[in-house]
């Protein structure tokens, strides 16, 4: 029994009996939950109707939590790695002190800028990655990258150029939704995708467009489904731009005042061979004709481009070629189009937007400052003297999450010093030189960057609703470590701040401010000092949470009038601070920003504050496809495999127990029944799968929602776990185990995951 205070006075309740209010860590929607807790085990789940984004919804994931949260993998003491490779408990001084010295000789035996970080954060944790960059700045590190370099690169390189804004569909509106190499029945990427789907779907006046070589639960509810043949969306999507204009279905008037290039990329299209093209990504004329039409006649059209192109062949010009139809279109800034959006701490920085520098070691366009996650293994691995020696891995997995998972262990075991930090053990902390145990996301306040709508955004700040687990640390309280561990705080006085923090914001702020003029250290580590100081006076559970302080000021500088419209009243840093507040003080999130629609032109940061149409190396690439390959298998690999696709009991690698899946539990690959019958693999049978970049066993699932010629396997599979804590097992395949680095984007370096040339081989059982 727990005595809860409310304004009648207080009263005992039973405390399996209370819901606490939180979020679902397992995909971007991060939806909003209430669940029951019977001690550290998570009860009950449901969906919180008071979310200010999901309102209630969730899918059958959200539902089974308690997987992530309580399981025999938990880290709950730092680990060293010492000489015949196994581990040794030591305390957290000491692995902070060690790991302390190590960084700064590793900086000193090969100069400041070799040592790498890794990761940040996932699909619930951004509060992290926050942090870590007091620890970067304390330890001169420079390098970085995340997942983001792995799928979301080319399209930042587009939007950089063409928008100088990260963008995202009004789907709750629009009259068209079109979706590009993307499955939102499982995948979700926006709030409350299946009620949002259904809608659409069941109103004849809306259409669902959907890209995709495979029959989809997205396809099945669309009016049009696109069958494209695999890899080949760059024709596709020139033939659609190119019939627009034939059709004479741009919106003239709506170009001459907001884009610029369209005469340019008009020329550029009218080179396309329409039919030639349909006929390469197996499209019929008729169908891209029609397709076109619903386009251009409708009042708005959004599109969501994800890993089906991003993960495939010409992904940076599909990137540019349908925003090209968007744009052609007058499909930016209106209900229903594509839109830009506030943030609280943005993913992407656009700053260098097509003048990006390239990295030393393997010479790849470093994208918003993220170094290709192709090429980090090869850097660390090379001979070149600027390679990196040392990696800092936080909130990640790339042992198994990027593309050849052996080439990934080889480029650890090379660095000289490898930190990871994660709740679990991992296939990346089994290569680690020191593990460092996280409390998990429950057991502290959290929050992602993710949202991304228009013209109201909205942001959820999570409460812990369960102490730390004993022995881990959270990540605002290991990098608070880290950094002083250092040295650069050591003339900071945190007392003060402290004090001041105890006055209330406003006087927090004024000392902040004031603290910050005379000692620059206090901004360098600023979210280290939020922590220690502000975060000292917040509600426990919240204390992470001080670094959106600075993010709030930033906001209120960047957007007054719309955090005003949202309801947050206030001037300069008071505003900030009454943004900070309402964030801390709901468990439902906020709205923080709203707009109007035509501002949607003041987020335009090209050099006329237009749409740009002209990419010149979009333009090149457009006019090279004719001498493109429409197919990249050959006679010793005839399959494209389609290496992670998103399931209903899929969440990239963030649940490690396989017995929270209701149903494929092995992770199927699927095959269409002509080709299974060909090879003599049954439904249910094993198969072989073997690629330039290895092989793996994996058992069949024969249907035809898969295109002859391709086959698919799910992501997040194949992960080791001991149901007992005793010896591990790994169930099904993981996908990276069959990839190659090389096998990747020309310009932005993003991996070929959805099209792995691969041969085939029925197992005897
Ligand atoms: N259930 C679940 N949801 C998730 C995740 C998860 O692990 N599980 N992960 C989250 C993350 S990190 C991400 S990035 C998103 C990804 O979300 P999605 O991109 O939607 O996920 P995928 O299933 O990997 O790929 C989407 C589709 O691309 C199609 N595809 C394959 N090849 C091609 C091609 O050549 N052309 C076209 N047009 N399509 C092709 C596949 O058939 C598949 O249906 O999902 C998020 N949501
Ligand atoms: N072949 C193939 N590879 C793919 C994909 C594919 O489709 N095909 N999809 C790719 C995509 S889109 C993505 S986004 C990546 C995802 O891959 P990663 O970026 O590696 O992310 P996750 O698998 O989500 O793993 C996150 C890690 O964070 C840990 N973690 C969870 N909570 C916390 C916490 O609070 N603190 C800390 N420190 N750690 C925590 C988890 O235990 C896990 O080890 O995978 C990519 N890899
Ligand atoms: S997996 Fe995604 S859509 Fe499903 S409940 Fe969790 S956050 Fe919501
Ligand atoms: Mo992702």
Same mark, same amino acid.
């Given at each position: 029994m727990v005595i809860l205070e409310n304004s009648q006075g207080s009263e005992e309740v039973d405390a399996t009996k209370i819901w606490h209010k939180t979020a679902c860590v397992l995909c971007s929607a991060n939806c909003g939950l209430e669940v029951r807790l019977n001690s550290r085990d998570i009860t009950r789940v449901r969906g919180n109707k008071a979310h200010v984004a999901s309102a209630g919804y969730t899918c059958e994931k959200g539902l089974r939590i308690n997987h992530y949260q309580n399981n025999t993998s938990r880290l709950t003491s730092p680990l060293k790695r010492i000489d015949d490779g196994s581990y040794l408990e030591v305390?957290?001084?000491?692995?902070?002190?060690?790991? $302390?010295?190590?960084? %700064?000789?590793?900086? !000193?035996? /090969? &100069?400041?800028?070799?040592?790498?970080?890794?990761g940040g954060g996932g699909q619930g944790n951004h509060l992290g990655g926050a942090h870590s960059t007091a620890t970067r700045q304390a330890y001169g590190i420079t390098r970085k990258s995340n997942a983001l370099a792995q799928e979301k690169t080319g399209e930042a390189w587009v939007e950089g150029q063409m928008f100088g804004t990260h963008t995202h569909g009004g789907f709750h509106d629009a009259e068209v939704a079109i979706f590009l190499g993307k499955n939102p029945w499982h995948s979700h990427?926006?709030?409350?995708?299946?009620? #949002?789907?259904?809608?659409?779907?069941?109103?004849?006046?809306?259409?669902?467009? #959907?890209?995709?070589?495979?029959?989809?639960?997205?396809?099945?509810?669309?009016?049009?489904?696109?069958?494209? *043949?695999?890899?080949?969306?760059?024709? +596709?999507?020139?033939?659609?731009?190119? #019939?627009?204009?034939?059709e004479n279905l741009l919106d003239k008037g709506w170009l001459d005042s907001n884009a610029t290039g369209v005469q340019e990329t008009k020329d550029a299209l009218r080179n396309v061979p329409i039919e030639e093209y349909a006929?390469?990504?197996?499209? $019929?004329?008729?169908?891209?004709?029609?397709?076109?039409?619903?386009?251009?006649?409708?009042?708005? #059209? $959004?599109?969501? !481009?994800?890993?089906?192109?991003?993960?495939?062949? =010409?992904?940076? +010009?599909?990137?540019? +070629? =349908?925003?090209?139809?968007?744009?052609?279109? &007058?499909? /930016?800034? %209106?209900p229903g189009a594509l839109g830009p959006h506030t943030s609280v701490a943005p993913l992407f920085n656009y700053s260098a937007a097509g003048r990006e520098p390239t990295d030393p070691v393997t010479g790849g366009k470093v994208i918003s400052g993220l170094v290709p996650c192709n090429e980090i293994a090869d850097g660390f691995l090379s001979n070149h003297p600027e390679r990196s020696r040392a990696m800092i891995i936080e909130s990640g997995n790339p042992v198994h999450s990027l593309a050849e998972s052996d080439k990934f262990r080889a480029a650890m075991r090379a660095a000289e010093l490898t930190v990871v930090i994660d709740v679990v053990h991992t296939e990346t902390? !089994?290569?680690?030189?020191?593990?460092?145990? @996280?409390? $998990?996301?429950?057991? *502290?306040?959290?929050?992602?960057?993710?949202?991304?709508?228009?013209?109201?955004?909205t942001f959820h700040l999570r409460q812990a609703i369960l102490e730390p687990l004993e022995g881990t640390l959270t990540e605002p309280e290991i990098h608070s470590r880290l950094v002083q561990a250092s040295g650069v705080l050591d003339e900071v006085d945190f007392e003060p701040l402290r004090k001041a923090a105890e006055q209330g914001l406003d006087t927090f702020a004024e000392a902040f401010m004031a603290a910050a003029m005379e000692n620059p250290a206090i901004s360098a580590y600023g979210a280290v000092v939020l922590y220690e100081t502000l975060g000292k006076s917040l509600p426990p559970g919240k204390e992470g949470a001080a670094v959106l302080w600075f993010s709030c000021q930033m906001a209120a500088q960047k957007y007054p009038d719309q955090i005003r419209a949202a309801g947050h009243e206030g001037d300069g840093p008071k505003l900030g601070n009454a943004l900070f507040q309402a964030i801390i003080d709901s468990d439902d999130g906020v709205i923080f920003t709203k707009?109007?629609?035509?501002?949607?032109?003041?987020?335009?940061?090209?050099?006329?504050? %237009?749409?740009? +149409?002209?990419?010149?190396?979009?333009?090149?690439?457009?006019?090279?496809?004719? @001498?493109?390959?429409? *197919?990249?298998?050959?006679? !010793?690999?005839?399959?494209?495999?389609?290496?992670?696709e998103r399931r209903g009991f899929s969440a990239n690698t963030i649940v490690r127990d396989p017995s929270w899946r209701k149903k494929d539990k092995e992770g199927a690959l699927r095959i269409h029944p002509n080709d299974a019958s060909d090879l003599g693999i049954v439904d249910g049978g094993r198969v072989r799968i073997t690629t330039e970049g290895g092989e793996a066993v994996a058992v069949a699932e024969v249907n035809d929602s898969v295109q002859l010629g391709y086959v698919s396997l799910p992501n997040g599979y194949g992960l080791s776990y001991?149901?007992?804590? &005793?010896?591990?097992?790994v169930v099904g395949v993981a996908p990276n185990e069959l990839t190659s680095t090389h096998w990747r984007d020309a310009i932005a370096g993003t991996p070929w995951h959805k099209h792995v040339p691969a041969r085939l081989e029925a197992v005897a059982i």
């Open positions: 305390d957290w001084d000491t692995a902070i002190a060690e790991i $302390s010295t190590s960084l %700064k000789q590793i900086n !000193e035996k /090969y &100069g400041a800028g070799k040592i790498f970080y890794y990427g926006f709030d409350q995708a299946r009620r #949002v789907l259904k809608e659409i779907a069941n109103d004849d006046q809306r259409s669902l467009i #959907v890209i995709d070589p495979r029959r989809t639960e997205t396809a099945d509810l669309a009016d049009y489904w696109l069958q494209v *043949k695999p890899g080949t969306d760059a024709f +596709l999507l020139a033939a659609l731009a190119a #019939v627009l204009i034939v006929e390469r990504s197996g499209v $019929s004329l008729d169908q891209l004709y029609e397709v076109a039409r619903r386009i251009g006649r409708a009042k708005s #059209v $959004s599109t969501y !481009e994800d890993l089906g192109i991003e993960m495939g062949p =010409h992904s940076t +010009l599909i990137s540019y +070629l =349908h925003r090209v139809v968007s744009i052609l279109t &007058g499909n /930016y800034g %209106k902390t !089994e290569q680690a030189d020191w593990i460092l145990p @996280a409390s $998990s996301q429950y057991e *502290k306040a959290e929050a992602t960057f993710f949202g991304a709508n228009f013209p109201a955004n707009h109007q629609y035509e501002d949607a032109f003041d987020f335009l940061t090209t050099p006329d504050q %237009k749409v740009n +149409l002209l990419i010149p190396e979009m333009h090149e690439q457009l006019n090279l496809l004719s @001498a493109a390959p429409v *197919k990249y298998t050959s006679e !010793e690999y005839p399959f494209v495999l389609s290496a992670g001991s149901p007992a804590g &005793g010896n591990s097992e």
